[in-house]
């Protein structure tokens, strides 16, 4: 069956350190999108990309990157870690739409990042 | 850009009572409004959608109803039953080649017994 995995599932690392977080989707969705999630924010648009080599920054992309090198991978990386991104982050893909509406996203389980 | 504000934060409700949750959004030209409920330490799922040419839709004990006019939708759960117990997120997104989905801040619903 088709579907979105994230590793690692949780990952502890130091301030100051480079962390990537991986988004693998095998439904060959063109629209991928990082999420992360804090209480009392919900879920809040960090990057997103709408096929190969497309990349756009959301609502909070300060200190963060992607890259898209083919239609699976959307690889999240925190150039140096801060205390202030430790939290849930989520992948999610969709795979367009049809008449002018988007279809679905669909959320892979999560990645728990502790940055101490 | 969207934004997207959801009421209440939490809400308590006797099982078999029916549950509401509000969101209003800023941009006139959204078209999709999903919702996704996600359970403790799980990934946030898809309940039920609404597109912009439609003013309810229900699935079984879900409900939504859509207002373009004053730019509200709302959720409505009829008989709660504890497995209803989870984070409620209503979203806003644009047509297509833009539907980057904006998410509310979540409404966490408690089922009583």
């Known amino acids: 069956d088709a579907e979105i995995t994230q590793s690692p599932r949780h990952k502890i690392t130091e301030t100051g350190r480079q962390v990537t977080l991986a988004c693998h989707q095998t439904w060959n969705h063109n629209n991928m999108f990082w999420y992360r999630q804090d209480l009392g924010h919900g879920l809040r648009l960090i990057h997103y990309s709408y096929g190969v080599q497309d990349t756009n920054k959301g609502e909070v992309s300060d200190g963060y990157s992607v890259s898209r090198s083919n239609t699976e991978d959307l690889p999240l990386t925190l150039e140096s870690a801060a205390s202030s991104q430790t939290s849930v982050y989520f992948c999610?893909?969709?795979?367009?739409?049809?008449?002018?509406?988007?279809?679905?996203?669909?959320f892979g389980p999560g990645t728990r990042l502790t940055v101490t | 850009g969207e934004n997207v504000e959801q009421h209440p934060s939490t809400l308590s409700v006797q099982e078999g009572d029916s549950a509401v949750i509000k969101c209003t959004y800023s941009?006139?030209?959204?078209?999709?409004f999903p919702w996704y409920k996600q359970e403790l330490g799980k990934r946030p799922q898809l309940i039920i959608d609404?597109?912009?040419?439609?003013g309810e839709k229900k699935d079984q004990r879900i409900a939504v109803t859509l207002n373009k006019t004053a730019k509200h939708f709302s959720l409505h759960i009829t008989e709660t039953q504890p497995e209803d117990s989870a984070v409620y997120f209503c979203a806003a997104s644009r047509p297509i080649r833009d539907d980057k989905i904006i998410f509310g801040k979540g409404t966490r619903l408690h089922i009583l017994p």
């Open positions: 999610a893909s969709s795979g367009g739409g049809t008449g002018g509406i988007p279809y679905e996203q669909y």
């Open positions: 941009d006139s030209a959204s078209n999709y």
């Open positions: 609404i597109r912009s040419n439609v």
